[in-house]
């Protein structure tokens, strides 16, 4: 009888070597393939079916990258890619995956031949530095403070989306919104923080036409008495607290023994004395309105609502640090602290209207607001999510000239320029990276390649036309036309893209290829699931005989 053979069995499944890198390649190229029609103005739609069972109809590449559930590890980091660059610079989401899949793309061939994969980074690598050189030479300073440069870039960003058809309505909103909430920090520095000082409140009903970026803020409350408090203010002076204005309830169970009878009285006379000197140290500053985060005693309504003064309760935090870069209010934590220069006094109008079944308070005609809301009007909510995506980006092209106030040609004429400087560049490469440094230099080509592919004119004329155009170097911003295929100068049809957005789409692109190509192992721990309450497994021992074909720890 042979001594028995451990198996290993399940506990590590593993590939390695090229056979991974070929996985991995495919993987982002299913990727790339699946967002390729959603490039340029001609792009088409795709419809996405939430976990909910709800549908999204969207042609944003983040939107779309993020309802897939795609389980290879390569395919996720593609996906992490038009996420980061959402989160950097907030466009560019389509364009940075579609050129990453071609990177991979390009690196097969060397792949086969076994080039070292370090050998076809350091390329990529090289060619990515070069670029970066190329764009800063074509790159065009432009005037922020010039409306209809502004407008034009914002629109030819965003002309490639569902609200391109709406003219320059997104792009005036943008446009507002991002030069409110800009503040300068000096040296130069523009912070424009659209996350934090912009919100969007969508209002189905009305028409598109009837959005608008106010002058202030709004949120959907009333006051806290309708019938006794006010509810339009001109010129208020406004309290913001983030304190309850109620009796301090205990912090865990609390018990009060009482004695007499009278002391019942007297506990209850001690909570109102409370709420009333709470008041009292807010009246005094002879408020208009005041608004806190937490709750608003009956008793609290009464003392405010006595003395004239509107009440809001229950107020979001962010929504309350909205109204106080609004009018320039301070948010305080204690009554008793409040000081007049903490009043808000920037506010022109406090109103409550109602739109639809409900309330909403305006906080408008502010004198220098650093926050504002954007009031999106439309049909239906399927519409208004779009738009409201649309106008995400449309900001974040905004706040990018903003921030580096450089402009590149659109319509693929900046990766036509790149791939062509990089093409003349690649002869005086020596040794092996030649080649990759090459191939590198073509997968530019696939922005370009794939717009006129979504414009449905013949991709083969069109390029060799463009290439043609930018091989002899003779103008830059020779590109695709992507409503109708034409070949154009971007110049002339003010077809831009913000500086920002291509060095990252360059930058993050090259490195997630160089990063994919790196691996060269997928180990996966995973353990299969067992069948409920089957207990542990122990490892299984069996004889030399049943083994065959399994992998053998020696003896």
């Not at 056979?19 to 001609?42: E, F, Y």
């Not at 290879?72 to 989160?87: C, F, G, N, V, Y």
């Not at 009043?343 to 504002?372: H, R, S, W, Y």
């Not at 992507?482 to 291509?502: L, Q, R």
Request: aromatic content about 4%; hydrophobic content about 40%; charged content about 30%.
């Amino acid at each position: 009888m042979h001594a028995p053979v451990l198996v290993l069995k399940d506990s590590l499944k593993r590939e390695s070597g090229s056979k991974v890198q070929h996985a991995n390649i495919q993987a982002s190229k299913a990727v790339a393939d699946i967002i390729r029609t959603t490039l340029g103005p001609r792009s088409m739609l795709k419809m996405l079916l939430d976990a909910a069972g709800g549908i999204v109809v969207t042609n944003d590449g983040n939107a779309i990258l993020r309802e897939l559930d795609i389980a290879h590890p390569a395919a996720k980091s593609m996906i992490e890619l038009s996420r980061t660059q959402d989160e950097e610079v907030g466009d560019g989401t389509t364009s940075v995956i579609v050129l990453a899949g071609e990177m991979l793309h390009v690196a097969e061939a060397f792949i086969d031949k076994n080039y070292h994969p370090t050998v076809i980074c350091r390329a990529y690598n090289k060619a990515l530095e070069d670029a970066l050189a190329v764009l800063d030479k074509i790159a065009m300073p432009i005037d922020v403070d010039d409306r209809s440069t502004m407008l034009g870039l914002v629109k030819s960003c965003i002309g490639t989306k569902f609200t391109g058809q709406f003219g320059d309505l997104i792009a005036d909103l943008a446009i507002d919104a991002t030069s409110t909430v800009g503040v300068d920090l000096g040296q130069g520095i523009r912070e424009v923080d659209i996350k934090k000082y912009i919100k969007v409140e969508k209002l189905p009903g009305g028409q598109l036409e009837d959005s608008k970026v106010l002058k202030g803020v709004m949120f959907n409350k009333d006051v806290v008495a309708p019938g006794k408090m006010r509810r339009k203010i001109v010129n208020p002076r406004i309290i913001l607290l983030d304190c309850p204005l109620e009796y301090k309830k205990g912090e865990n169970q609390t018990n009060a023994e009482l004695v007499k009878e009278e002391d019942w009285e007297v506990l209850l006379k001690m909570e109102e004395e409370y709420i009333e000197n709470i008041c009292m140290q807010i009246l005094k500053l002879k408020p208009d309105l005041v608004i806190t985060e937490k709750g608003l005693s009956d008793l609290a309504c009464h003392y405010l609502s006595k003395a004239g003064v509107s009440a809001i309760r229950r107020l979001r935090k962010t929504d309350n640090n909205r109204i106080a870069k609004a009018c320039g209010a301070v948010v305080v934590n204690r009554p008793d602290e409040l000081q007049e220069s903490d009043v808000g006094t920037g506010a022109g109008l406090f109103e409550i209207k109602k739109i639809g079944d409900e309330f909403f308070a305006f906080i408008v005609d502010c004198k220098d607001p650093k926050a504002c809301t954007v009031l999106l009007r439309g049909a239906s909510k399927d519409l208004l999510n779009e738009v409201e995506r649309n106008l995400q980006d449309a900001m974040s092209v905004a706040r990018n000239i903003l921030k580096n106030p450089k402009l590149l040609p659109g319509g693929g004429a900046t990766e036509l320029t790149v791939s062509a400087t990089l093409k003349q560049k690649s002869s005086s490469i020596e040794g092996i990276e030649k080649w990759p440094y090459e191939a590198a230099a073509i997968a530019f080509e696939a922005i370009p390649r794939t717009l006129a592919q979504n414009c449905g004119v013949n991709v083969i004329r069109t390029m060799t036309a463009l290439q043609g155009k930018h091989a002899n170097g003779e103008n830059a911003w020779v590109g695709i036309d992507g409503n109708t295929g034409a070949i154009v100068d971007m110049k002339e049809k003010k077809i831009w893209d913000s500086y920002n957005v291509k060095a990252q789409t360059f930058k993050t692109s090259i490195e997630a290829a160089c990063m994919l190509l790196r691996i060269d192992d997928i180990v996966s721990g995973i353990k299969k699931k067992q069948a409920p309450g089957s207990g542990p497994t122990k490892p299984k021992i069996e004889e030399e005989g049943d083994a065959d074909g399994e992998q053998i720890i020696p003896e």
